[in-house]
């Protein structure tokens, strides 16, 4: 009789699936440099034959989570017979989970290569099948573990933890683009939904701050990620210049304005000069791409690329935020990030009710208003009912603060962001929880006082992702706050948006989803984050319908108009 092969449980480390961990120099070479000794190598730099090969380096680590490239760039330097001390220094240390091709450390180096290199040397022609090249690049982002040493103080490393799982966290690419479009393009222009005095006109003010309409903004960051998307067999990858293209041949197939096209690649691309003068401090932190993160793109001379096309991905959501808000005032600001907030409890309403018909033995209750105590108060943002199970949904606009906590690894702030995010919304949910368990309350179209388990989830714009103490401290925080005084009646959990986005994928195959925070909610797998969870539960899931449709709908839009735009022989 056969027997169905069943699953290898995967280990679930205590570090979780985002965090990388980069080769130590000191460690590795049995030396620590001086400041001075790394300043004095990156002055020696070509920044024009390293920027290319940093791109491709960086793209990689996308494609490939493995030593594949270096081992590549070893084989052929080998051939070369040069580098070969380096390279016996690499192969004795070599651990797995370590990375040389690490994009924090990367990027850290061309920070260094902007301030200290020549700025003659920008405009050089690289050598595109040079491996010297990539060695040249791990050699200086290595080095630069020396002087970006962490202190032993626990709370630090945890802290830590959440900057380099922020930094690193998996970001969709099509739940992004097609976010992006039903937030800013579509629901942002239903005025009908809002109240007139919460409603703020997000196109005029992105075009005021800019000259950019956001449409033109979406296609041009839409384009590049695509056109510049790292794809096929890494080893074929690194040794060609696919990550290049011509400035004045590209904007051909654009077809934007050409005021327009000026600012955009002003708004986003690298300037040296500018880089000099206001951004040289951020060399003296390890987690400050602050200037990467609104300028991705590189040009020199008449071509053009991205330095990590994932922070052009996050320009298509996050940087579209900041690049609203940077130029309001405080008053208008507060404004706008109320009215953000009220797109993204629409966006998240939206998705549910367009899964909802998927549910099976269950039904979606959206926010409700009820009376308690002479008040009239609105509910949680939505219900999923299974018989006696409940999921409680509340949406909040929020994120880890990105200077303080995810810059500068301050802890206050770290723990003031956790309050925002995650204890301050429980402590609203558990207050509407009580009121509706102790009695049943009019117009509340649940009976809670039947309710067997809860499961209260805040969903949130921004990533949280850091070892496994971070997760067990923000639970006994909830704790001290008294928010598991009803024993094992009702489990907190936190999703950011991609991971919301995952578990609708869920939702519209059928999946009972209070057997699925059920089971994240076991020990196993309770101290990681949701999107971890899926994939060491092996729990497969896809894209949404109807985020498929959106991205879809809007990238035959773009690649349409690029073809119209196309040269006549090559449309």
């Known amino acids: 009789m056969a027997h169905s092969k069943k699953k290898r449980r995967l280990d679930v480390p205590a570090t979780g699936m985002n965090l990388m961990v980069s080769a130590d ?3 590795m070479m049995q030396y620590s440099p001086t400041e001075t000794e790394i300043i ?6 070509s920044i024009g034959n390293l920027l290319p090969a940093i791109s491709r380096l960086i793209a990689s680590s996308h494609m490939d989570d493995t030593d594949t490239v270096l081992n590549e760039v070893i084989i052929r330097c080998w051939e070369q017979g040069i580098h070969k001390d380096y390279i016996e220094r690499i192969l004795q240390y070599k651990q797995p989970n370590v990375f040389f091709n690490n994009r924090q450390m990367l990027l850290n180096a061309v920070k260094w290569l902007l301030v200290q290199a020549d700025e003659v040397t920008y405009n050089d022609v690289p050598e595109i099948n040079n491996p010297s090249a990539f060695m040249h690049c791990f050699h200086l982002s290595t080095m630069l573990s020396s002087f970006y040493q962490i202190p032993t103080d626990m709370k630090i490393i945890e802290l830590e933890s959440v900057q380099n799982g922020n930094f690193n966290r998996n970001i969709n690419y099509l ?8 937030c800013y393009l579509n629901i942002a222009s239903q005025r009908d939904r809002f109240q007139t005095k919460e409603y703020v006109d997000i196109a005029e003010l992105f075009y005021n701050n800019t000259g950019v309409s956001i449409k033109a903004y979406l296609f041009f960051m839409t384009a590049i990620n695509a056109s510049f998307h790292p794809s096929g067999d890494v080893r074929d990858f690194i040794w ?8 004045n041949k590209y904007v051909q197939y654009l077809g934007i304005d050409t005021d327009e096209i000026h600012n955009l690649f002003q708004m986003t691309t690298i300037s040296m000069e500018e880089f000099k003068q ?13 200037y990467f993160r609104k300028k991705p793109v590189i040009r020199q001379g008449e071509v053009f690329y991205p330095l990590d096309s994932q922070l052009v991905l996050e320009n298509i959501w996050d940087g579209l935020y900041w690049r609203i808000i940077d130029g309001l005032s405080p008053e208008l600001a507060n404004k706008f990030r109320i009215f953000v907030g009220r797109i993204f409890e629409l966006y998240c309403h939206d ?25 009239k108060l609105l509910s949680p943002d939505g219900f999923i009912q299974y018989k006696n199970d409940l999921i409680v949904f509340d949406y909040k606009a929020k994120r880890l603060n990105m200077q303080t906590t995810l810059v500068a690894g301050n802890i206050e702030s770290f723990e003031k962001d956790i309050s925002q995010l995650i204890i301050e919304p429980a402590k609203k949910i558990y207050a509407h929880l009580q009121r509706f368990i102790e009695a049943p309350i009019e117009n509340v179209p649940i009976d809670f006082t039947k309710a067997r388990k809860i499961h209260a989830v805040i969903v949130t714009q921004g990533s949280l992702s850091g070892v496994k103490i971070v997760y067990e401290r923000i639970e006994q925080r909830l704790r001290d706050e008294g928010l598991y005084d009803r024993g094992s009646l009702i489990e907190w959990h936190l999703l950011d948006v991609n991971e919301f986005e995952e578990l609708v994928s869920l939702m519209e195959q059928g999946c009972n989803l209070v057997n699925t925070f059920s089971q994240k909610a076991s020990s196993r797998y309770r101290y990681i984050s ?14 949404s319908f109807i985020a498929k449709k959106r991205f879809h709908d809007w990238f035959d839009y773009v690649i349409e108009v690029m073809k119209s735009n196309a040269p006549g022989e090559e449309s």
């Open 278 to 290: 206001s951004f040289a401090e951020s060399t003296c932190h390890r987690w400050d791409f602050n």
């Open 351 to 375: 998705l549910l009710v367009n899964a909802e018909p998927s549910l099976k033995m269950a039904r979606y209750i959206p926010e409700f208003q009820y009376k308690y105590a002479k008040n």
């Open 25 to 27: 120099f000191n460690e």
């Open 40 to 45: 004095a190598q990156f002055k020696k730099a």
């Open 175 to 182: 739940h992004t683009v097609q976010r992006s479009i039903e």
């Open 240 to 247: 060609t210049n696919r990550m290049v293209n011509d400035v």
């Open 530 to 543: 949701f999107h971890d969870y899926l994939a060491y539960a092996r729990r497969p899931h896809s894209h």
